[in-house]
């Protein structure tokens, strides 16, 4: 991460609200103002910024010392002027060590939306981060939005930073399941995410072989339901995926739906019940630690049998799988932004062409380019993967600087 912004340099201009948390993540990492306007300007209802996208933006101010957010009367426009990662040290804010974050009753985003974007920044940390996540916004399952689980995240997205030398203390803690509500809207769990690992810079990776996949893994989870929801969709999933490779394996969790006080005047003493439903979560490991993730819960509105949720999920998985390359689509911008964070050398990845030229990844790479960083190098794979590209990225090699001054 580069020194806090400078006040005489301009932000970096953007419209609309298109991946808004990845392009404050950039800023952070960077040091670079950013300018964002035209934030949902039609909305007759709900004009400017969501409710989670201001709850990221409170989760920013949390975890930084410095940083400046000005947000216009209407809230379709937004100017964020970042400080320096501090995360849990002592003075900035934390308890007992602890940032506590309350997620609204209005976040209709899971809780990867927020998980993400926080172990994208935590290794630049000046001190570890330790975040709880709780309030009646909390969905550890995933959305009809397109967020993954937080069993994802923790089988999918955090192995990947041991490539880049950053494994020690990382731990993704689901302390109580939730999901969407029949609303759209809140689930009340509750996640802690631990990230102690800080480095100054992230090593350079090259990873050119995607390999076969070995195994597979997955956890099916209920969250107030009858718990042979989760026997039907593992029987499910097994169904479609025990042709494909003998080790696979799926755990069963079962919980409670948790209780939130009732709004209703009349009766105000009264609690119901919140973040009812159920999931499975499936990852795919190849022979060379490649990963591929696949996310399907019951939707907020109901009547999906398990057996079609266990069935749709494998059958992503094995899409996931098909697209080819080292990284699959949800998993594709961490890589990417640490190997442009990373040291001042290039690093290589071997990734599908339906993946780099997923609107998703092309926006990235504009954003990085606005940046400062380096374009991608791009060019067929040598190997007898059809349909694969390799990507040369050039790190920034800017690094912590709250590692260097402390």
Known sequence: MSNPSNPSQSP????????LA???VLSTLTGRAIHVSKIRPSSPTNPGLAPHEISFLRLLEAI???????????????????????????????????????????????????????????PFSKAPM???????????????????????????????????????????????RSNL?????????????????????????????????KKIRGVAYCTGVSAS?????????????????????????????????????????????????????????????????ADIASPPSGGTPPEDIGRQCAYQLLEAISLGGCVSLAAAPTILILMAMGSEDVGRLQIGKDVISSERIIGLGRDLRAFGASGWGIRESSTNDAGDVVVSVVGRGEGNIGRKIT
């Open 130 to 176: 330790n975040v709880l996540f709780s309030g009646p916004g909390v969905v550890t399952a995933a959305t009809p939005s397109g967020d993954l689980s937080a069993d994802s995240v923790r089988t999918a997205i955090l192995p990947l930073y041991a490539g880049f030398g950053i494994s020690n203390n990382i731990e993704l803690r689901i302390l109580r």
């Open 64 to 122: 930084t010392n410095g940083s400046n957010i000005e947000i216009s009367y209407t809230g379709t426009s937004l100017v964020y002027r970042p400080g320096l990662i501090t995360g849990c040290a002592p003075g900035t804010g934390a308890s007992g060590g602890v940032i506590r974050h309350e997620l609204p009753a209005g976040c209709s985003r899971g809780v990867s939306y927020f998980l993400i974007p926080l172990c994208l920044l935590a």
């Open 229 to 293: 929801d989760n026997a039907r969709m593992i029987e499910a999933a097994r169904g479609v995926l025990n042709p494909m490779t003998g080790d696979t394996y799926i755990f069963s969790d079962v919980s409670s739906a948790p209780y939130l006080p009732s709004t209703e005047k009349s009766n105000p003493n009264t609690k119901k019940r919140v973040g009812v439903g159920f999931g499975i979560s499936l990852v795919a490991e190849s022979s060379t630690g490649s990963l591929y993730s």
């Open 22 to 24: 990845h392009r404050l």
């Open 12 to 19: 970096i201009r953007f419209t609309t609200q298109r991946d």
């Open 181 to 213: 509500g029949s609303d759209g809207k809140g689930g009340a769990g509750e996640v802690q995410l631990i990230f102690g690992h800080q480095v100054r810079l992230p090593k350079t990776i090259h990873m050119l072989n995607p390999g076969r996949v």
